[in-house]
C-alpha cells in the first residue's frame, strides 16, 4: 500500500475505485480527523506535527490491507480507500481498528501525544464514483464531531443534514452549470477616506426546496472533491466580472474573495486566476484573496508556493478570523500577508468586555508593527466604529457599515 500527496490520492484513489466498481467488489471511504494534533501547532511547532503527521499516515498504512489507499486531505485529516472488502461490515471493522490504533497517546520523540480521533465512514453500495463518497464520509465525520461520538456511519435516509434524502452535491453541480448560485457584495469602509475600499464577494444558493443554504455548508460539500475547484472558479470569475462592472459604474473599489484551505492544493489555481484577470481587466492588486485563520496554517505540500505564485502575480493576501485559530507568530512571519481581518467574535464584545477590547488593541498593534492592514469585521453599531476609529484600525465590515447587496443594489447605493 503506498502513501500519496493530497492531489495524488485523489487521482489514484478515483482510478482504484473505477476498476473497484468493474469488478463489482466492495469498497469504502474513511475520512480520519485527528483533533488533539491543532493545539500542538503552537508548543512544538509546525516541522514537529508535520513530521507527527507523517508518522501517523505510515502507522496507518502498517495497519490496513496492501490493497488499501492511504493519503492526507487535510492538515489534521488523513482519508483512506479500502478497495477489497469481502463485506461492507468489514469498513466497520477496519474503523474501529483504526480507533483503537490512534486512540491511545502515540510516542513521537519520547512524547506522550493524545490524539483524538474522529472517524467518518462512506460505504460504496451503489458504485459512488469517489467525489461522492469523499463528500458522503466528510458528512459522517461533520456529525460524528458534532454528536461527540468517534465513528459515524453515512446512512443516506437519516445522515443528509441538508437535503433529506436528495443528493445536494449532485444539485449543487446543476446549480453552478445553470447559473442558480449568485453572489452578494458586502462593502469595506476605509477609515481614512471614509469611502468604500473594497468589497467581499459572499455566496449565495436559494435551493428550491430547502431555500436559502449558508455558504460555509455548501463548501462543506464540495471540499475534498473536484466540485471544489468548479465551485472556486466560478466564484473568483463571477465576482471579478462583477468588480469590473461596478467598476465601470463608478465604484472604485477592489473585491476580496474567500478561498478554503483545499483550493491551495490544486495546482491549476494560480494559472486559472492568472487567465481570469487577463479577461476581465481587475488589477490583481484590487484583489484580496482571504483565507481563514486555520485554512492558512493548515499545512499540503505546495501550499506555501501556491500563495507566493498568487503573491508574484500581485494578488492581495489577507487571513481572515484572525484570532480564532491555532497561529504561532513564526508561521504567521513566513507567509506573504498583506491583511488580517480581526473575527467579528472580538469585535461585537469589544465594548462589553473590556479583555476583548484589549485583544483587538493587540491585534490592530501587532498588524501594524507586521506592515500589515487591519479591517475589523462584525461593526454593527456607532460606539464600535467609534472606538475602531480610536484604536487605529484601517479599515472596517459589518451591517453597521452595511449588508451584503446584489450587484445592481451595490451600484445604486454608490
Same mark, same amino acid.
Given at each position: 500500500?503506498?502513501?500519496?500527496?493530497?492531489?495524488?490520492?485523489?487521482? &489514484?484513489?478515483? =482510478?482504484?475505485?473505477?476498476?473497484?466498481?468493474?469488478?463489482?467488489?466492495?469498497?469504502?471511504?474513511?475520512?480520519?480527523?485527528?483533533?488533539?494534533? #491543532?493545539?500542538?501547532?503552537?508548543?512544538?511547532?509546525?516541522?514537529?506535527?508535520?513530521?507527527?503527521?507523517? %508518522?501517523?499516515?505510515?502507522?496507518?498504512?502498517?495497519?490496513?490491507?496492501?490493497?488499501?489507499?492511504?493519503?492526507?486531505?487535510?492538515?489534521?485529516?488523513?482519508?483512506?480507500?479500502?478497495?477489497?472488502?469481502?463485506?461492507?461490515?468489514?469498513?466497520?471493522?477496519?474503523?474501529?481498528?483504526?480507533?483503537?490504533?490512534?486512540? #491511545?497517546?502515540?510516542?513521537?520523540?519520547?512524547?506522550?501525544?493524545?490524539?483524538?480521533?474522529?472517524? %467518518?465512514?462512506?460505504?460504496?453500495?451503489?458504485?459512488?464514483?469517489?467525489?461522492?463518497?469523499?463528500?458522503?464520509?466528510?458528512?459522517?465525520?461533520?456529525?460524528?464531531?458534532?454528536?461527540?461520538?468517534?465513528?459515524?456511519?453515512?446512512? =443516506?435516509?437519516?445522515?443528509?443534514?441538508?437535503?433529506?434524502?436528495?443528493?445536494?452535491?449532485?444539485?449543487?453541480?446543476?446549480?453552478?452549470?445553470? %447559473?442558480?448560485?449568485?453572489?452578494?457584495?458586502?462593502?469595506?469602509?476605509?477609515?481614512?477616506?471614509?469611502?468604500?475600499?473594497?468589497?467581499?464577494?459572499?455566496?449565495?444558493?436559494?435551493?428550491?426546496?430547502?431555500?436559502?443554504?449558508?455558504?460555509? =455548508?455548501?463548501?462543506?460539500?464540495?471540499?475534498?472533491?473536484?466540485?471544489?475547484?468548479?465551485?472556486?472558479?466560478?466564484?473568483?470569475?463571477?465576482?471579478?466580472?462583477?468588480?469590473?462592472?461596478?467598476?465601470?459604474?463608478?465604484?472604485?473599489?477592489?473585491?476580496?474573495?474567500?478561498?478554503?484551505?483545499?483550493?491551495?492544493?490544486?495546482? %491549476?489555481?494560480?494559472?486559472?486566476?492568472?487567465?481570469?484577470?487577463?479577461?476581465?481587466?481587475?488589477?490583481?492588486?484590487?484583489?484580496?484573496?482571504?483565507?481563514?485563520? &486555520?485554512?492558512?496554517?493548515?499545512?499540503?505540500?505546495?501550499?506555501?508556493?501556491?500563495?507566493?505564485?498568487?503573491?508574484?502575480?500581485?494578488?492581495?493576501?489577507?487571513?481572515?478570523?484572525?484570532?480564532?485559530?491555532?497561529?504561532?507568530?513564526?508561521?504567521?512571519?513566513?507567509?506573504?500577508?498583506?491583511?488580517?481581518?480581526?473575527?467579528?467574535?472580538?469585535?461585537?464584545?469589544?465594548?462589553?468586555?473590556?479583555?476583548?477590547?484589549?485583544?483587538?488593541?493587540?491585534?490592530?498593534?501587532?498588524?501594524?508593527?507586521?506592515?500589515?492592514?487591519?479591517?475589523? =469585521?462584525?461593526?454593527?453599531?456607532?460606539?464600535?466604529?467609534?472606538?475602531?476609529?480610536?484604536?487605529?484600525?484601517? &479599515?472596517?465590515?459589518?451591517?453597521?457599515?452595511?449588508?451584503?447587496?446584489?450587484?445592481?443594489?451595490?451600484?445604486?447605493?454608490?
Amino acid at each position: 500500500m503506498a502513501i500519496y500527496t493530497y492531489q495524488d490520492f485523489l487521482k &489514484t484513489a478515483s =482510478e482504484t475505485l473505477f476498476n473497484v466498481n468493474k469488478a463489482h467488489k466492495h469498497s469504502a471511504v474513511i475520512v480520519l480527523n485527528l483533533e488533539g494534533l #491543532p493545539e500542538l501547532d503552537g508548543t512544538l511547532g509546525y516541522t514537529e506535527v508535520d513530521e507527527i503527521l507523517d %508518522g501517523l499516515v505510515q502507522h496507518l498504512r502498517d495497519e490496513l490491507n496492501t490493497t488499501d489507499l492511504v493519503g492526507p486531505t487535510g492538515r489534521y485529516q488523513i482519508s483512506c480507500l479500502l478497495a477489497d472488502l469481502l463485506t461492507s461490515n468489514h469498513a466497520i471493522l477496519a474503523a474501529h481498528k483504526i480507533l483503537r490504533t490512534f486512540t #491511545p497517546s502515540f510516542l513521537f520523540n519520547n512524547r506522550g501525544i493524545v490524539l483524538l480521533p474522529r472517524i %467518518g465512514v462512506a460505504l460504496n453500495n451503489s458504485s459512488k464514483d469517489l467525489k461522492q463518497l469523499m463528500s458522503n464520509a466528510n458528512t459522517a465525520l461533520r456529525h460524528a464531531k458534532s454528536n461527540r461520538e468517534s465513528i459515524q456511519l453515512f446512512d =443516506e435516509k437519516e445522515m443528509d443534514l441538508l437535503l433529506s434524502g436528495t443528493d445536494i452535491w449532485v444539485e449543487l453541480d446543476q446549480a453552478i452549470e445553470a %447559473g442558480d448560485l449568485h453572489l452578494v457584495y458586502q462593502p469595506q469602509l476605509s477609515m481614512a477616506t471614509g469611502k468604500i475600499r473594497s468589497t467581499e464577494a459572499l455566496l449565495r444558493w436559494n435551493h428550491p426546496i430547502r431555500g436559502m443554504i449558508p455558504p460555509v =455548508e455548501l463548501i462543506d460539500v464540495a471540499e475534498g472533491t473536484e466540485l471544489m475547484t468548479k465551485l472556486t472558479l466560478w466564484v473568483f470569475n463571477t465576482a471579478l466580472r462583477q468588480c469590473a462592472e461596478y467598476r465601470r459604474a463608478g465604484l472604485d473599489a477592489g473585491v476580496s474573495i474567500n478561498l478554503s484551505a483545499g483550493d491551495l492544493c490544486d495546482p %491549476g489555481l494560480v494559472d486559472s486566476f492568472g487567465q481570469a484577470i487577463d479577461i476581465w481587466r481587475v488589477p490583481p492588486g484590487d484583489v484580496m484573496i482571504e483565507l481563514t485563520e &486555520t485554512a492558512v496554517m493548515e499545512y499540503h505540500p505546495g501550499s506555501l508556493e501556491t500563495l507566493h505564485a498568487l503573491k508574484s502575480i500581485g494578488f492581495k493576501l489577507a487571513m481572515d478570523d484572525f484570532g480564532t485559530g491555532y497561529s504561532s507568530m513564526e508561521r504567521l512571519l513566513r507567509l506573504p500577508l498583506d491583511e488580517i481581518k480581526i473575527d467579528m467574535m472580538f469585535v461585537k464584545n469589544m465594548l462589553a468586555q473590556p479583555a476583548y477590547e484589549r485583544i483587538v488593541d493587540s491585534m490592530i498593534n501587532m498588524g501594524h508593527q507586521l506592515d500589515l492592514h487591519v479591517i475589523a =469585521e462584525g461593526v454593527e453599531d456607532l460606539p464600535i466604529y467609534e472606538k475602531l476609529q480610536a484604536l487605529g484600525c484601517d &479599515t472596517v465590515q459589518g451591517y453597521f457599515i452595511g449588508r451584503g447587496v446584489p450587484l445592481e443594489e451595490l451600484i445604486s447605493q454608490h
